[in-house]
């Protein structure tokens, strides 16, 4: 008797045990998929195949652009073919929080192509890439099994165009957030010219999402805009998966200038285009148009704007040097990152 | 001589952005020509809109407002009836007056 209490005692021991070290283990994010009711059944319960892709040391689109895209390729691959994505990210040293944003909208993308794959992930063993992904507002968009603080003074979380439809917040009201997030963390006391350029740019490039990113036809246009204040400025990530800036320009110079012009339609040439009031005119063939790209490049050019930094399709472009890079992927869709300083140029 | 004073962000928004309503928004070039430049153009000898207060004046939103109304009237006629202020950021006046100029083009 007195040994059957005694296994049943070191048994209930181990079972603690066991779940303290459960408890301990990092926090992962998990994907909220609805799992299909015949596959509950163990019956006809399928075997999951699960993909474990390693995220790069830099995981970043701006310091690792073609390791970072070659990662996201796989991702996009795997969706298709795999019943989990396992991403880890133990090996990652660094990270930037567009990333992330592209990992939120390709899951978007899948839930709205209903390719059913359930995403896990392996948080880094770099703490601040592992706050970051808290902090961020990431697990509002993966559950998380972490306490999250949402409300930190220095991070404007995540916001993005489908959740502001949903609780009918005017894109407006985001972009003055996101101005007044700059103001009080720089202590800036009026609005300076360059953050009315802010404005301007980033309701610019709401709208592109909504005008000239997308085919006509596609039914699920997205942005999402994130901001963080370090020891250099604030930082913003604004980010769409549309076709790209690239692309649909091309088409735009094609048939509107054509080929008897002799303009140039390498990626580096239709970027600066683009960019350049005179020389690009929209697809929209219609009067008072083209104003939106220019009026970005226009607020990129202020002295307190650091770093600006476009990446599209194979297009990695500085926008203060007019500086291009061409990548080994693509990118599908339009990233522009730029640090806002306290830079007194007015 | 009677004159009409427009403050847009008291009267309709201080964060206005886009072209067409709703598709673009609720604050858009299009809602504020329509509900507040055609219904008074011509009631008024001259309509003063004061753009002070704005997070920012967007293209598209002015085009839309300025530019879309020279289109509707004309683009002399929209010139000699409205005036703009807007100390925050002067030369956005210059700025809408070359989007009525050009709203043609």
Sequence with gaps: MKKLKEKLKKEKLAHSRHIHNLKRKKSTYKASKHTPILQQHSFVKQQNITKKLPTPQTFSLIYNIDETLLFFDDFIKYSKEVDMIFIDMSKTESMTTEVLLYLISLDKINDHNDI???????????KSSRLLMAQSGFSNYFRANAPVDLNHKDIFTIRDGITNEKFKIDDGETCGDAVDFVMDRLGLTKRTQALRDMYNALSEMMLNTQHHAYDEDAQFRNWYLFGIKNSSGVAFYFFDNGKGIIKTARATLLEKLGKALNISLAQESIIDAVLDENKYRSMTNKKGRSKGMPQINEFFSHKDIKLPIIITNKIQYLAKTQESKKTASNFKGALFVWMFTKEEDE | MSNLRIKVADVFSPTVKGRYHPKDGNFTGERFRNEYLLPNFDKYDKIIIDLDDLYG???????????????????????????????DEPPLIDIIHNDIKNANE
């Design chain 2, 57 to 87: 004046c967007p293209s598209s939103f002015r085009e839309e407002a300025f530019g879309g109304l020279a289109r509707i009237k004309s683009p002399q006629e929209v010139i000699n009836k409205l005036e703009f202020l807007c100390t």
């Design chain 1, 116 to 126: 059913k794959v359930n995403i896990k992930i392996k948080t880094p063993n770099d």
